[in-house]
């Protein structure tokens, strides 16, 4: 089954010689196609000389195999065939993708298996064959990338350990795999499968891409190997079979792929060539690319061991556009090789002719005898000479400076040259050897930087900082003041020079403007913090000392027409009332006095409190005075239970004792009461009485008035 897995990129540093991308390939793609059928593939593209194929099948789905064309792309090979296990075109780049897949719901392999071991293979794509070798070798290059590099390399239980094989079966040869097959995708200079675990950024790195970040990257995998030959003896025109299968190891998802190049598959002879090119002291990504003026092309001849004991020269032909000794320093026609010696090398170092020719190439062949007797082979290898991109390099548009002690980061963009993300940066009034330098100018200063790409091509750029003066920021404040407790005073503020806009920062939060009247109720400090747009402040402060103040009074009546003041100011030490009833002492400096009025009614009473700093405070209160004695009763009253005059009783003010009883027309009490606020509802014993007039008497005593007996009548009206 398959693993649920969240998928994300880290990103990873290139180690040993992981290859930097060439700025000849960053604006094109790998580019792919299905159209072919697996016999096309076999004969069309992928065969070389001296093999002839038959009885090709494939296995797998339609999108998992087909053809690719790498030649301006970074994966090392010109074109081929490509296998994945799951979808080829999501081979295609730039890698902007997170953990690309297709899942094809097909079987995995158990010769993949074996190779993935403990892992289980899904999503096998199996391309195979039948052939038979013109010679005792047989040989072909591949690259195998992943999208599953390398944020799963060895996870998860069991891991994640997508892998290939080429196994191949017949005389001479016994193996592991079915059919005794052996698997000839090696790490080289081991036993090892080439698969996920093997073969890493960790594990054998010198033979590993990164491609997680590399500029204008190609491929969608984030990661690949470098060209590699699979290689092994055969019987000189016995029959084999091949089976080349890649699947994912683990799960179903995340795809990986092997590329195969074209005419690779051959079996040439004693002799096979192979090409590694490097420019500016670096290796190149593509084996058979460099550039013109910078760079070599190294050639190796391979005669194999089976002739060791002798010494040979080999003869090839020199072709293609590019002119011997013109655009390439003069190599000979011959190569040599002593007893016991296995290789020999040709170098082809670029000459520059200061010309735009665009791509040149360089074409060795070699011709080989079959150990079979009966067919010439032939060996050939092309390396390419590119023009060298120009450079260029761009640093920030000028600037100007309003403020002091500011940094201002420098950018240089360099693009273009050989050897993208090798440059080298030299700086004028400025401090790096990077990219980017940060500068801290006090004067208008001019920067320069010039770079260099790895093959000496330089280019040049420079920017301005102009630096206005800056005068430091002034703030002028109140003095610190004194005010009466309720006074306003105005806080204002004077700010010059620094650099607009100002923001003012109150302690306490008050305003966010310069200036504001305010009334403190007790001693306090203000504290303003002006900060201008270079984000420099300046502080300042100011102390306002508040004389507290406050007339407040309470008053009682004793009598009707007697009040008691008392005085609840606080902070005074005078005091001036005024009554407000015009009388002779209407007026009183006591703190808290006695006030008779003569006569009743409504009077404003004025308290004026005053403190030792002579700040004052002024209070007011109404109050309504009555007589000392005062009664009053109606003549009618309807109990209709309307809520309105449903009962009867007296009224009055400065009543000690009262008494109320009424009678009916013969003289029987009907009603009595003590309580001048329990009034007669019209009725006798609970019955309700008829309407009429009824006699009623009130005996009354006041505080300041003697025993007295009123009568009346009260009309009842129902």
Not at 61 to 87: C, E, P
Not at 257 to 286: A, K, R, Y
Not at 487 to 511: C, F, H, K, M
């Amino acid at each position: 089954m398959y693993l649920n897995r969240l998928i994300h990129k880290p990103v990873y540093s290139i180690l040993g010689i992981a290859l930097g991308l060439l700025p000849f390939f960053s604006k094109a793609q790998l580019t792919t196609s299905t159209a072919m059928t697996p016999a096309q593939l076999v004969q069309n593209v992928l065969l070389g000389s001296g093999i002839v194929a038959t009885n090709i099948t494939y296995t797998g789905d339609i999108q998992a195999r087909g053809t690719f064309n790498g030649a301006a792309s970074n994966v090392g090979l010109a074109s081929g065939v490509i296998l994945s296990s799951g979808d080829i075109s999501n081979a295609v780049g730039p890698n902007n993708q997170t953990g690309v897949t297709t899942s094809n719901g097909l079987v995995g392999d158990p010769d993949l298996d074996q190779i993935m071991s403990p892992t289980l293979s899904y999503e096998a794509a199996i391309l195979e064959f039948d052939f038979i070798p013109t010679s005792d070798t047989v040989k072909f290059r591949y690259v195998f990338g992943s999208d599953e590099y390398m944020e799963f390399v060895s996870t998860f239980p069991g891991g994640i350990n997508d892998g290939f094989g080429f196994f191949i079966s017949g005389p001479g040869i016994t193996g592991p795999f079915s059919n005794n097959a052996k698997n000839i995708a090696l790490v080289p200079g081991t036993s090892l499968p080439v698969t996920m675990f093997n073969l890493n950024l960790n594990n054998n790195g010198q033979y590993y891409f990164d491609n997680e970040n590399p500029a204008g990257a190609t491929i969608q995998y984030d990661g690949f190997t470098v060209p590699l030959t699979a290689i092994t003896n055969v019987q000189c025109g016995s029959t084999y079979h091949i089976k080349i299968a890649i699947a994912d190891g683990g799960d179903g998802i995340i795809d990986s792929g092997v590329f195969l190049e074209e005419g690779s598959f051959s079996s040439t002879g004693n002799v096979f060539i192979t090409t590694n090119t490097d420019f500016g002291g670096n290796p190149g990504t593509n084996d058979t690319m460099f550039y013109e003026g910078c760079g070599a092309a190294t050639i190796t001849f391979d005669r194999g061991t089976t002739h060791l004991a002798f010494a040979d020269t080999m003869n090839y032909i020199i072709d293609g556009t590019a002119g011997n000794g013109i655009d390439y320093s003069m190599i000979t026609t011959e190569v040599i090789f002593a007893v016991g010696q296995q290789t020999a090398t040709v170098v082809i170092n670029s000459l520059s002719d200061l010309l735009t020719e665009g791509t040149e190439t360089v074409i060795l062949k070699v011709f080989n005898t079959s150990p079979c007797g009966t067919v010439n082979d032939t060996s050939t290898v092309t390396v390419y000479i590119v023009d060298s991109p120009p450079i260029s390099v761009t640093l920030n548009n000028d600037t100007t400076l309003f403020c002091p002690s500011l940094n201002v980061p420098l950018t240089a963009n360099a693009t273009g040259g050989v050897a993208v993300g090798n440059y080298t940066y030299t700086w004028t009034n400025a401090t790096s050897t990077s990219s980017t330098a940060n500068v801290n100018p006090t004067v208008t200063t001019t920067y320069y930087v010039t770079v260099s790409d790895s093959c000496g091509n330089t280019a040049s750029d420079s920017m301005i900082v102009n630096v206005i003066p800056y005068l430091p920021l002034q703030l002028s404040f109140n003095n610190d003041t004194t005010i009466c407790g309720g006074n306003e005073v105005l806080l204002d503020a004077n700010v010059t020079q620094g650099r607009p806009d100002y923001v003012y920062n109150w302690s306490p939060n008050i305003t966010n403007v310069d200036s504001i009247t305010v009334t403190p109720g007790s001693d306090i400090t203000y504290t303003l913090t002006v900060t201008d747009a270079c984000g420099l402040s300046v502080t300042d402060q100011v102390t306002v000392t508040v004389y507290p103040i406050n007339a407040d009074f309470v008053y009682n009546f004793t009598t009707n027409q007697t009040v008691d003041f008392t005085n609840l100011s606080t902070g005074g030490v005078t005091y001036f009332w005024n009554f407000g009833d015009g009388s002779f002492d209407s007026v009183s400096t006591s703190i808290s006095p006695q006030h008779y009025y003569p006569t009743d009614g409504t009077y404003t009473v004025t308290l004026i409190s005053t403190n030792q700093e002579g700040c004052s405070d002024t209070t007011q209160q109404t109050l309504v005075v009555l007589p000392d004695f005062y009664f009053y009763f109606p003549n009618a009253f309807t109990p209709n239970n309307n809520g309105k005059n449903d009962v009867y009783m007296g009224y009055g003010v400065g009543i000690k004792s009262y008494r109320m009883r009424i009678f009916d027309r013969w003289g029987e009490l009907i009603f009595e009461t003590t309580d001048l606020y329990t009034g007669w509802d019209g009725t006798y014993k609970g019955n309700k009485l008829p309407g009429g007039v009824y006699p009623v008497v009130f005996d009354l005593e006041g505080y300041l008035a003697n025993p007295m007996q009123k009568y009346g009548h009260v009309t009842l009206i129902r």
